[in-house]
Structures are given as C-alpha cells and as structure tokens.
C-alpha cells in the first residue's frame, strides 16, 4: 500500500417499513383484555359448584370472593387434583357427594393469588403469567375484583396484532 489509508464506508442502514399494526401499543392497559363479566365463587359454596361452573360457563379459572373482595382463586386443575371420579368412570353425582362432604373450596383454593391492579399494562400481565405457575391473574382495584386475564387473552390480543 502507499501509506494511505481508506476511508471507512458509511455505514449501511436500511429502513424497514413496519405497518402500524405490527406495533404492539406498550403501555396498552390491561383493562383493554382482561374479562369483565366474571364466574365467581363464593368462599362457603360447595366444592361440586365448580365442576359446574366449568361445564357451564367453559371457564377454567374461578376468583373466589367474599362480596367484591377477592380471598382467592381456583383453576379447573386445582379441582382436578382433588377429584379422581373420571379416572375411575365413577357417576359425577357420586363424585359431587363426596367433594362436597370431604373439602371445601377454602381447602383447595390458591389463598392469596397474584393480582394486577387494573392500572397496570398488558406487557406486566404478560410478565406475570410467563414467570408464573399458574394462567390467569385477577385484575382488582383496590381491593374489589374488577376482572380477569388468561394467557389466552394474551394470545388473542398477540394474534390481533397481526
């Protein structure tokens, strides 16, 4: 070479043209996706209500609640755990006998669930639920629960995205 030195080239950018749909809103509030209109429980009703609420509202997260104050939450494995009637093909109403003489939905509850205050963003209900064991979270204001978020509303709500 002839000692000269070559200027290093311009970097190269590309703009890539994003469509304003593929932009998910970051502080969009969970509000916006959680389930308003809510299957509930209440702390002294039988343990057989569950099965029930599940097969007729297709729900498989229950918010337990004393009045508008949420005391805890029940999954459809929480019951499931503690029911063993499909296995066996035993008659549901025998299965319902015997949940209801021998447990009580306190006893199968999660006590104390995580919440998210209806404040809080879509992206912190997602961060919740990806470190959790557990899909849903209660939305409560204060301390009166106002709603519900699955990982399928985030789903819904990724797929709408597109």
Same mark, same amino acid.
């Given at each position: 070479?002839?000692?000269? @030195?070559? /200027?290093?080239?311009?970097?190269? @950018?590309?703009?890539?043209?994003?469509?304003?749909?593929?932009?998910?809103? @970051?502080?969009?509030?969970? =509000?916006?996706?959680?389930? *308003?209109?809510?299957? %509930?429980?209440?702390?002294?009703?039988?343990?057989?209500? !569950? *099965?029930?609420? !599940? *097969?007729?509202?297709?729900?498989?997260?229950?918010?337990? !609640?004393?009045?508008? +104050?949420?005391?805890?939450?029940?999954?459809?494995?929480?019951?499931?755990?503690?029911?063993?009637?499909? /296995?066996? +093909? %035993?008659?549901? *109403?025998?299965?319902?006998?015997?949940?209801?003489?021998?447990? =009580?939905?306190?006893?199968?509850?999660?006590?104390?669930? !995580?919440?998210?205050?209806? =404040?809080?963003?879509?992206?912190?209900?997602?961060?919740?639920?990806?470190?959790?064991?557990?899909?849903? &979270?209660? &939305?409560?204001?204060? =301390?009166?629960?106002?709603?519900?978020?699955?990982?399928?509303?985030?789903?819904?709500?990724?797929?709408?995205?597109?």
């Amino acid at each position: 070479m002839n000692g000269k @030195r070559r /200027a290093a080239a311009p970097p190269i @950018r590309v703009q890539a043209e994003v469509h304003p749909n593929l932009i998910m809103k @970051r502080h969009e509030p969970v =509000t916006t996706i959680m389930s *308003r209109h809510l299957v %509930t429980l209440h702390h002294g009703d039988p343990v057989s209500k !569950v *099965r029930h609420l !599940v *097969r007729d509202h297709g729900v498989h997260h229950i918010p337990v !609640v004393s009045g508008d +104050q949420l005391l805890g939450i029940i999954s459809w494995s929480d019951l499931l755990r503690v029911s063993f009637g499909d /296995a066996f +093909q %035993t008659d549901e *109403r025998e299965v319902d006998a015997t949940l209801d003489h021998t447990l =009580t939905i306190e006893q199968i509850m999660q006590k104390n669930p !995580v919440t998210l205050p209806d =404040t809080a963003s879509v992206r912190a209900a997602a961060e919740v639920l990806a470190v959790g064991e557990f899909h849903s &979270v209660p &939305v409560v204001h204060g =301390t009166k629960l106002c709603g519900i978020v699955t990982s399928t509303d985030l789903i819904k709500y990724l797929l709408d995205q597109f």
